[in-house]
């Protein structure tokens, strides 16, 4: 392709992507670095800065970077995309609200959670206003909004996330599904945290039982779910289940 094309021909980003990928599959993160480079360059060649194209190539770079342990690079990539879709999208576009998360990741990266917080935020506010209160990615976003008040010790605020992800994909997905299950798993979590042991094993219990009829015994679901009550039973002094 590069023969027939040339180097800085549009289709050139799909290959460079290519190898991107195949090199960050095999740990060789510093060429994937380089071939996302390239592709960046292609697409900026091409379709100009303030492009969908280039945005995701911003979005490839910070993850790029965050495989070198490259975080401060990492927050100045998709803060680029975030800026180039806002542009062309508006404030109130799923889009947006999809790097409004990439770039508050980022920023929990470097351990900057209250900004984070703040853009996760409105990530939140753009899906509520898409989708209404019950909608799976609505879910995500509390879950995510409940990570930050992990971080920054705000353990009820966790949990009240925590409990309105819960909510709504029990609305959609019903009680045997694996984010469902996923829930109940992040909730023993906070309770445990809390010190709130009957609670922690009884949402515990919960998500062990839907993983262990979704997945069997011999899963690595199932086994986190084993590990977090046999850490409920040992905070609590109990060492066997009865």
């Known amino acids: 392709m590069k023969e027939i094309y040339g180097e800085t021909h549009a289709s050139m980003t799909y290959i460079f992507s290519c ?16 071939y996302e480079m390239r592709a960046f360059e292609v697409r900026k060649s091409n379709y100009g800065e303030e492009h969908p194209g280039t945005a995701f190539s911003y979005e490839c770079l910070a993850s790029a970077c965050e495989d070198l342990g490259e975080f401060q690079k990492a927050l100045e990539h998709p803060t680029k995309g975030l800026d180039i879709t806002k542009t062309r999208y508006g404030e109130v576009h799923f889009e947006t609200a999809r790097l409004y998360e990439n770039v508050a990741s980022a920023y929990d990266e470097v ?20 989708y209404g ?7 995500d976003s509390y879950v995510s909004l409940a990570y930050s008040y992990e971080k920054l010790q705000e353990n009820q605020q966790n949990l009240e996330y925590q409990l309105k992800a819960l909510e709504i994909r029990k ?3 019903g009680e045997t599904h694996v984010e469902t299950a996923c829930s ?8 445990r945290e809390m010190e709130e042991y009957q609670q922690a094993f009884k949402y ?6 839907t993983r262990r009829n979704l997945f069997g015994e011999r899963h690595t679901e199932t ?3 084993y590990n ?7 905070e609590m002094g109990e060492f066997e289940q009865e």
Do not use: T
């Open 228 to 234: 977090n009550l046999g850490l409920i039973f040992d």
């Open 133 to 139: 209160e019950i909608h799976p990615l609505v879910a």
């Open 204 to 209: 515990g219990q919960k998500a062990l039982e």
């Open 19 to 34: 190898l991107a990928n195949g090199y960050q599959g095999l740990c060789k993160y510093q060429k994937a670095l380089e």
């Open 111 to 130: 351990g900057k959670y209250k900004k984070g917080l703040e853009l996760k935020l409105k990530a939140f506010d753009i899906r509520k206003a898409l």
């Open 171 to 173: 609305a959609g997905y």
């Open 184 to 191: 109940h798993h992040n909730i023993a979590q906070v309770y």
């Open 223 to 225: 086994a986190k779910s």
